[in-house]
């Protein structure tokens, strides 16, 4: 897929203000620091797209973007942030989780994972949120990058045996680096797919 146009198109913490949903959505998301923003630029080849910071929690909102004029590529609030207070990640969580539930042109979500630490259980509960909600994700290994290849597997089989313990099945694994665009084909690859079998009128 070629990325012809990618364009700002709203940001709200209210799930009912977000366009209409006539186009298949894609949403990421991840904990505070996962590298969220500079995958979502390598994308798109956009320096700016999605705010970047070396500050966790920089994503406050639900921010959709149109892609090519053909679907919508959605920044989440990363979770986690213990640095936030209890009120603001009260409120992060239940409109991200509305989103999660009702948006009904959401195809997939995106989990960001760093690669270079083990399993956290914040990543592991989300993703069972998903699982028992029935929202099909992927999982998307950042920052392949600072690790050796030999170090990256043995932290991926890790992961992998983690998950396989209340799992049956693995969700699709994608690896990515936003410096070398490792996984940027991959991911694209699977929208262009998934955009072909369905059609919202």
């Keep these: 897929m070629k990325i012809k146009t990618a364009e700002f198109v709203i940001s709200n913490t209210n799930p009912e203000l977000c366009p209409t949903p006539d186009k298949p959505e894609y949403a990421f998301i991840g904990r505070s620091n996962v590298g969220k923003s500079s995958l979502i630029n390598t994308l798109t080849e956009r320096k700016s797209l999605a ?3 070396t500050t966790p929690g920089k994503t406050q909102l639900i921010n959709h973007f149109i892609i090519n004029d053909e679907w919508y590529l959605v920044d989440l609030p990363g979770y986690g942030y213990a640095k936030s207070s209890k009120k603001e990640r009260a409120k992060w969580d239940g409109f ?5 539930n009702n948006r009904t042109s959401l195809i997939y979500t995106f989990v960001l994972l760093d690669s270079r630490i083990k399993a956290q259980k914040i990543d592991l509960e989300f993703m ?34 983690e998950m396989l313990k209340t799992w049956e099945a693995l969700p699709p694994i994608v690896l990515t680096s936003s410096s070398t665009k490792q996984g940027r084909d991959e991911i694209l690859k699977i929208i262009a797919e998934t955009n072909q079998d369905f059609s919202f009128k």
């Design 51 to 53: 705010k970047t910071s």
């Design 96 to 100: 991200i989780r509305q989103y999660l």
């Design 128 to 161: 069972e949120m998903l699982g028992i909600k029935g929202i099909p994700f992927v999982m998307v290994f950042t920052k392949l990058d600072k690790l050796s290849s030999s170090a990256a597997n043995k932290n991926l089989t890790a992961y992998k045996k």
